[in-house]
């Protein structure tokens, strides 16, 4: 069987102090395979901010286990975990989170930069990827000049030009109308089908489950259920 490219268990975490203190995950386990996209879903307060932010490795639960490309993150020291971060997992958030001054292409070769990648790699590898968004003609127009459809086409060109593994997104269309959230879902489900990668979206929207292979419900910080999507009837449809 082959090695999820993450996988979580028994994620057990508290936020907040004394009386305040809340268990937001209780006892979370869950695997992301090659080549799929799963949808995470849940009420506001459910534990899926948290969640993600665990699996991101950018929080570290109270208790439980988070492994990435096999390989566990407790046992890695702040360094080799931001190194981690950085090559193997992708974020694409909601405000797109975008740098204003810098135009497409540069908000692109940042998440290279950061890799200590050489400039023209980064370069050649950030025209590149833009291309496979469909913004090669938008490479040099900023933030502003861009749609939001189009802002979010560059996050994602930046959460998936350094090869990355792991695309963790959060409520991607939330800012969206409903023709580009579908456009970001296809892209996303396209990216998807590479076997070495797998793609997890936070979502309120139902409009995008038709794009999902399984859908995860989260409640009250516990997975409460888990079913096949549409996406993977159409995997297995066109095998």
Known sequence: MTEPLLEATDLV?????G???????KGVSLSLKGGELVLLMGPSGSGKTTLLSILGCLMTPSSGTVKV??????????????????????FI??????????????NVRLALDVRGER??????????VLATVGLAHKARSFPRELSGGEQQRVAIARAIVGKTQVILADEPTGALDASNGQAIMTLL????????????VVTH???????????????????VSEE??????????HA
């Open 69 to 90: 490309g096999g390989e566990a993150v407790a046992a890695l020291d702040p360094e080799a975990l931001a190194k981690l971060r950085r090559d193997r997992i992708g």
């Open 13 to 17: 975490h508290y936020l907040g102090q």
């Open 119 to 128: 400039a023209r790699a980064a370069k050649r590898a950030a025209r590149e």
């Open 228 to 237: 096949a999507g549409s996406g993977s009837t159409r995997k297995v449809s």
């Open 19 to 25: 009386a305040g203190r809340v268990q937001a995950l």
């Open 205 to 223: 929207d139902p409009r995008i489950l038709p794009f999902a292979d399984r859908i995860i419900h989260i409640e009250d910080g516990r997975i």
């Open 189 to 200: 489900a396209d990216i998807a089908r590479d076997s070495s990668r797998a793609v997890l």
């Open 93 to 106: 958030f909601q405000s797109y989170h975008l740098f204003p001054t810098l135009n497409a292409a540069d």
